[in-house]
């Protein structure tokens, strides 16, 4: 064995494909910290989307339909987190952390209700690959970016747009102005709250379509816990991407590279697994207190109070 | 006359002292209450909508839980990791701390206890079981200053880095016992704990151990420490206004590492206790969740050491409860994690019980 065995165009396709749950998710949590809400609950969000997902492919044959679902339960998820965090003003932790313990009890329950199986569902009709005709040929860069699920896409559409949206449009304008600095929001005219219900709604809808790019996406089935901590990650990576979406796509790929590298090393057996396992945790860890000091929130995340 | 006795003016004014703090710290549980009453709620409608019958799952629960002396000693069993955990995520909360990482200083504090208990079996019993007692709540501690370490020195926030450590402690764990740890068999397990390590069984057949007294013990310690201490005023003042207490001359940076530090090695104790008085060995998984379980538990007994003992009760009955459940009516176990993850959601919003009322008024 040699190191072309492990670093290869192979892995590079991989850490795209491996970057995409991470950054979806990451900018859903831009999305909500902009606004001024933490949102611990994206891991939870996402699994629920995995599950939902499969679930909603198993019963139609239709793994679009699945999509579908993912992002209507994450959505809802968000609007949840929204309710209790905006209007009820309740502690956002807590209410994450409740999300994410909700997500793994009922994704578990309903496996077995409708599989019989705690562990993993049935395999289901799954989103398939597509070439982009011109990129595909491209030497290399087409191995690396040219034939993917089309989520990956979708993925790399909203990257752009998200950025675009913060820095370049009113809306965007306003969104971040409602997290900065609410009170002023609020004299300028513009509705607190109805941002700040925009911008976790979304951020559940980001998280919903990361979830299911992991079941549908890269597997056809819906495993226990499967998002592992990705919802953390990406909680990570939109710090260390500045809680810019462009920045937070690097960080994606940075942490993309670290699962395909453990996946490899795991095809290889080298090392056992749990070593090999443990390495994007404590890449993450070790990121988080790289960069961490260099960067500051966008809020105080504190709840507005009109006065 | 006896009308005019003054005693009897005194003792009820007395009784109408009593009568008010008592009635204070009722209003005070009835966001918890209703918190609970919820998630049980809501849990019966998932079980309607999936096609059982909540009287029946809600009766055999309490029936596994509470029914017999043998499941009001498995109750008890299961609900002394969760008064650790729980006491683990209280302490650092205290200080402005989202420890969330409990799980796996719980599995940290457990493995060491194991491989010290397993160790040194020529020691007298009294001593062994101290010193694996302490080996394993060392453990805990010291992975607890990890996250201290990276939050002070780096600023690393908690929620992320304490989960990310629980990972790597469950990988590590389940990693020792599968290669260097192991003990001869298909199992990922250590050998078994030398008998000069194991805890004292109080209830027999149950497993309740030695651990649930030291639990209380410690539920009476935390409380003493956070009221009656020095240490225990820093790090609730750096809690509530770390800028202000800095003013006051209280080194924020300090107490966060203790509160840290004493939070891991809560989790780690707790993680001995499972070791060193139930399963006597160390068994790849055999935490079902307990560093969550404490993190609800610490809401629902309102963040208060004596409410924690109550609540992770409930909890503790879930557990025990729900295993008769699956068996007696097929319900997946995890409806348990549904309802704690409710009583979670509900208890998050304190004012939640306000809003209704007023909404209320105003709708009438």
Same mark, same amino acid.
């Given at each position: 064995?040699?190191?072309?065995?492990?670093?290869?165009?192979?892995?590079?396709?991989?850490?795209?494909?491996?970057?995409?749950?991470?950054?979806?998710?990451?900018?859903?949590?831009?999305?909500?910290?902009?606004?001024?809400?933490?949102?611990?609950?994206?891991?939870?969000?996402?699994?629920?989307?995995?599950?939902?997902?499969?679930?909603?492919?198993?019963?139609?044959?239709?793994?679009?339909?699945?999509?579908?679902?993912?992002?209507?339960?994450?959505?809802?998820?968000?609007?949840?987190?929204?309710?209790?965090?905006?209007?009820?003003?309740?502690?956002?932790?807590?209410?994450?952390?409740?999300?994410?313990?909700?997500?793994?009890?009922?994704?578990?329950?309903?496996?077995?209700? +409708?599989? &019989? @199986?705690?562990?993993?569902?049935?395999? *289901?009709?799954? #989103?398939? $690959?597509?070439?982009?005709?011109? /990129?595909?040929?491209?030497?290399?860069?087409?191995? +690396?970016? &040219? @034939?993917?699920?089309?989520?990956?896409? *979708?993925?790399? #559409?909203? $990257?752009?747009?998200?950025?675009? /949206?913060?820095?370049?449009?009113?809306?965007?304008?306003?969104?971040?102005?409602?997290?900065?600095?609410?009170?002023?929001?609020?004299?300028?005219?513009?509705?607190?709250?109805?941002?700040?219900?925009?911008?976790?709604?979304?951020?559940?809808?980001?998280?919903?379509?990361?979830?299911?790019?992991?079941?549908?996406?890269?597997?056809?089935?819906?495993?226990?816990?499967?998002?592992?901590?990705?919802?953390?990650?990406?909680?990570?990576?939109?710090?260390?991407?500045?809680?810019?979406?462009?920045?937070?796509?690097?960080?994606?790929?940075?942490?993309?590279?670290?699962?395909?590298?453990?996946?490899?090393?795991?095809?290889?057996?080298?090392?056992?697994?749990?070593?090999?396992?443990?390495?994007?945790?404590?890449?993450?860890?070790?990121?988080?207190?790289?960069?961490?000091?260099?960067?500051?929130?966008?809020?105080?995340?504190?709840?507005?109070?009109?006065? | 006359?006896?009308?005019?006795?003054?005693?009897?003016?005194?003792?009820?004014?007395?009784?109408?002292?009593?009568?008010?703090?008592?009635?204070?710290?009722?209003?005070?549980?009835?966001?918890?209450?209703?918190?609970?009453?919820?998630?049980?709620?809501?849990?019966?409608?998932?079980?309607?909508?999936?096609?059982?019958?909540?009287?029946?799952?809600?009766?055999?629960?309490?029936?596994?839980?509470?029914?017999?002396?043998?499941?009001?000693?498995?109750?008890?069993?299961?609900?002394?990791?969760?008064?650790?955990?729980?006491?683990?995520?209280?302490?650092?909360?205290?200080?402005?701390?989202?420890?969330?990482?409990?799980?796996?200083?719980?599995?940290?504090?457990?493995?060491?206890?194991?491989?010290?208990?397993?160790?040194?079996?020529?020691?007298?019993?009294?001593?062994?079981?101290?010193?694996?007692?302490?080996?394993?709540?060392?453990?805990?501690?010291?992975?607890?200053?990890?996250?201290?370490?990276?939050?002070?020195?780096?600023?690393?926030?908690?929620?992320?880095?304490?989960?990310?450590?629980?990972?790597?402690?469950?990988?590590?764990?389940?990693?020792?016992?599968?290669?260097?740890?192991?003990?001869?068999?298909?199992?990922?397990?250590?050998?078994?704990?030398?008998?000069?390590?194991?805890?004292?069984?109080?209830?027999?057949?149950?497993?309740?151990?030695?651990?649930?007294?030291?639990?209380?013990?410690?539920?009476?310690?935390?409380?003493?420490?956070?009221?009656?201490?020095?240490?225990?005023?820093?790090?609730?003042?750096?809690?509530?206004?770390?800028?202000?207490?800095?003013?006051?001359?209280?080194?924020?940076?300090?107490?966060?590492?203790?509160?840290?530090?004493?939070?891991?090695?809560?989790?780690?104790?707790?993680?001995?206790?499972?070791?060193?008085?139930?399963?006597?060995?160390?068994?790849?998984?055999?935490?079902?969740?307990?560093?969550?379980?404490?993190?609800?538990?610490?809401?629902?007994?309102?963040?208060?050491?004596?409410?924690?003992?109550?609540?992770?009760?409930?909890?503790?009955?879930?557990?025990?409860?729900?295993?008769?459940?699956?068996?007696?009516?097929?319900?997946?176990?995890?409806?348990?994690?549904?309802?704690?993850?409710?009583?979670?959601?509900?208890?998050?919003?304190?004012?939640?019980?306000?809003?209704?009322?007023?909404?209320?008024?105003?709708?009438?």
């Amino acid at each position: 064995m040699n190191i072309i065995d492990i670093i290869n165009i192979g892995l590079f396709a991989s850490t795209i494909r491996m970057a995409t749950p991470i950054a979806l998710a990451a900018i859903g949590g831009i999305f909500s910290e902009r606004v001024g809400i933490v949102n611990i609950g994206l891991e939870g969000m996402m699994l629920m989307g995995a599950f939902s997902g499969v679930a909603v492919s198993f019963y139609t044959r239709n793994p679009w339909l699945g999509v579908l679902a993912s992002i209507v339960i994450g959505g809802l998820l968000g609007l949840v987190h929204a309710i209790l965090t905006i209007t009820f003003k309740g502690d956002q932790i807590v209410s994450g952390t409740g999300i994410n313990i909700f997500a793994l009890g009922f994704t578990a329950y309903m496996s077995q209700i +409708i599989w &019989g @199986s705690r562990g993993a569902s049935d395999i *289901v009709p799954s #989103l398939t $690959v597509i070439d982009i005709p011109l /990129l595909k040929d491209i030497p290399i860069i087409g191995d +690396i970016l &040219g @034939s993917h699920t089309p989520l990956v896409y *979708v993925m790399m #559409l909203l $990257v752009v747009f998200s950025q675009i /949206l913060f820095f370049k449009t009113p809306l965007g304008l306003r969104l971040r102005a409602v997290g900065e600095h609410p009170a002023a929001a609020d004299t300028a005219g513009i509705s607190v709250t109805k941002m700040k219900y925009i911008g976790v709604i979304i951020s559940g809808i980001l998280a919903g379509l990361a979830g299911v790019f992991l079941s549908l996406g890269q597997l056809s089935l819906f495993t226990w816990g499967m998002t592992g901590g990705r919802g953390f990650i990406a909680l990570a990576a939109m710090i260390f991407g500045g809680w810019m979406p462009l920045g937070a796509l690097g960080a994606s790929l940075l942490f993309g590279f670290a699962d395909a590298l453990q996946m490899r090393l795991q095809s290889l057996s080298i090392l056992p697994s749990q070593i090999i396992l443990m390495l994007p945790y404590i890449i993450t860890v070790i990121i988080l207190a790289g960069v961490v000091r260099k960067t500051k929130p966008p809020s105080d995340y504190k709840p507005y109070d009109k006065g | 006359m006896i009308d005019d006795n003054p005693d009897n003016t005194k003792s009820n004014k007395i009784d109408l002292e009593i009568m008010r703090k008592l009635s204070h710290r009722l209003i005070t549980i009835i966001p918890q209450l209703l918190a609970i009453m919820a998630a049980f709620l809501v849990g019966a409608v998932v079980l309607v909508l999936t096609g059982y019958s909540p009287i029946d799952v809600y009766t055999t629960m309490l029936q596994g839980a509470f029914g017999d002396i043998y499941g009001i000693g498995q109750t008890l069993t299961q609900a002394t990791p969760i008064i650790f955990t729980a006491l683990s995520f209280l302490f650092s909360y205290k200080c402005g701390l989202f420890n969330i990482g409990a799980e796996g200083q719980l599995l940290i504090g457990g493995f060491v206890s194991a491989v010290v208990g397993s160790s040194f079996g020529w020691l007298p019993a009294p001593i062994h079981i101290l010193i694996s007692l302490s080996s394993g709540a060392l453990a805990g501690g010291a992975w607890g200053y990890i996250p201290a370490l990276l939050k002070t020195k780096f600023g690393a926030h908690e929620v992320i880095t304490t989960m990310m450590l629980s990972y790597i402690a469950t990988y590590l764990t389940s990693y020792l016992v599968t290669y260097p740890f192991k003990a001869p068999g298909w199992v990922p397990q250590t050998v078994p704990i030398a008998e000069s390590s194991q805890l004292p069984r109080l209830l027999q057949p149950t497993q309740l151990s030695a651990s649930f007294l030291i639990a209380i013990v410690l539920a009476g310690l935390v409380y003493y420490i956070l009221q009656k201490t020095t240490l225990g005023y820093n790090i609730k003042a750096s809690g509530l206004n770390p800028l202000a207490a800095e003013n006051g001359g209280i080194d924020v940076k300090k107490s966060m590492v203790l509160a840290f530090i004493i939070s891991g090695a809560l989790a780690g104790l707790g993680g001995a206790g499972e070791i060193l008085g139930v399963h006597y060995r160390f068994i790849q998984g055999f935490s079902p969740g307990y560093g969550f379980d404490g993190l609800a538990v610490a809401l629902v007994g309102g963040l208060n050491p004596l409410g924690v003992l109550l609540a992770a009760i409930l909890f503790g009955a879930l557990r025990s409860g729900g295993m008769l459940m699956t068996r007696a009516t097929q319900v997946p176990l995890d409806i348990v994690v549904i309802i704690q993850s409710l009583v979670i959601l509900f208890v998050a919003v304190p004012n939640l019980v306000r809003y209704l009322i007023r909404w209320r008024r105003e709708k009438a």
